[in-house]
């Protein structure tokens, strides 16, 4: 059953050294109260797995400022100077992955399959130590599926089963990252009775989700 | 005309009616300003949307509607929102008909380089080398020379690419040019300039056609 949670119990759950799979794209659908919650914790070394890095004071750039990351898995990270200077330094390991390619290594995970075959980076760096697969004539790159101790992810609407709506271009990675997690967080703007959400509107199935925290809280 | 614009105009006069178009961040964003009367596309955005309409009027901006870069945006009648690995579906498994994309290089080879300059600029790929991939028709906006005056349409990239082989169009200020089995081919040139102004800015080895047309007139 699915357990709602303050955002500091959230926090607590992570431990340091934790993989996390954070939802949002330049921060729009990022789980703030929990990237807050985090924030003002002692966590250390997390290996954070994103789309992108996002902004110095908003999404997962908060975490980048508090020195709170050891190492990402991203696939932009132009938006966010203090993350580029901790790269530049030796400070933080980064893994630029492209954003399609990130998507399908972590829907992988959470679909059971061990990675998948892209043509997206033959001919570049991004081929560099990986297997190269054709398939009927044509080459592939394999891509190894990325889990997650936790994904962290935000929604709009949730019900008490964890069914989660998502709204407009919030949506991005969150039902994808909700796939990978051991343990799923998810932060809703609102939570509903259960019966009040339309099965036809529901994203993410509650299957997905362990854990609740009331967006703002 | 100023470049932007003339890069820009040019480019939107290959969209056809009905295409779905993505417009990379930066002077490809410009050709949504300039679609020919008549012509109406879709255009995606790689967050997770299609059918993108213009900047919302300020004051009516929504938190939860942004484009690829970051910047506020509204939904046109019949709309619609996906996560991001549906995002990239329609991207890499080819439902995009034509992507307008920046370069920092481009070469005679239909190789783009785009995203990185070792040691100096980092920002990472984000969705350039999946849309460069797996495009229908990738279109490179760029000016034709970098601000040393240097050719930025090159024999042969030589920063890191970000994908190889896969540009069709290259539209500069100075020229139109077909990445074709044989060779780069000048198609256009900007009305004021000669052929031989353009194969001189140019590193990147050109076939030049008996007729080679003009872009720019209003």
Known sequence: MVKIISASEA????????????GGFLAAGAPETIIDALAASN?????????ASDWENKGIGKLVVNHQISSAQVSHMGTNKEIQAQFNKGEISIELI??????????????????????????TVVEEGKDVIVVDNQPYLLEKAIHGDFALIKAWKADKLGNLVYRKTARNSNPIMAM?????????EEIVEVGELDPESIVTPGIFVNYLVQSGE | MDKRELISKRIAQELHDGDYVNLGIGLP???ANHIPEGIHVIFQSENGMLGVGPAP???SEDKDLINAGGGFITELPGASYFDSATSFAIIRGGHIDITVLGALQVDQHGNLANWMIPGKLVPGMGGAMDLVTGAKKVIVATEHCDKYGNSKILKQCTLPLTAKGKVNLIVTDMAVLEVASYGLVLKEIA???????????????????EQVGFFGTE
């Open chain 2, 29 to 31: 964003t410009e050709v």
């Open chain 1, 43 to 51: 966590i250390r070394d997390l290996h954070v797995v994103c789309i």
């Open chain 1, 98 to 123: 492209p954003q399609g390619t990130l998507m399908e290594r972590v829907r992988a995970a959470g679909a059971g399959l061990g990675g998948i075959l892209t043509p997206t980076g033959l001919g």
């Open chain 1, 180 to 188: 990978a997690g051991k343990i799923v967080i998810a932060e809703a």
């Open chain 2, 57 to 59: 009027a300020p004051g």
């Open chain 1, 11 to 22: 926090a607590a759950l992570i431990k340091s050294g934790d993989r996390l799979l954070i």
């Open chain 2, 191 to 209: 009305v004021g300039l000669t052929v031989e102004d353009v194969v001189k800015a140019t590193d990147a080895d050109l076939v030049v056609p």
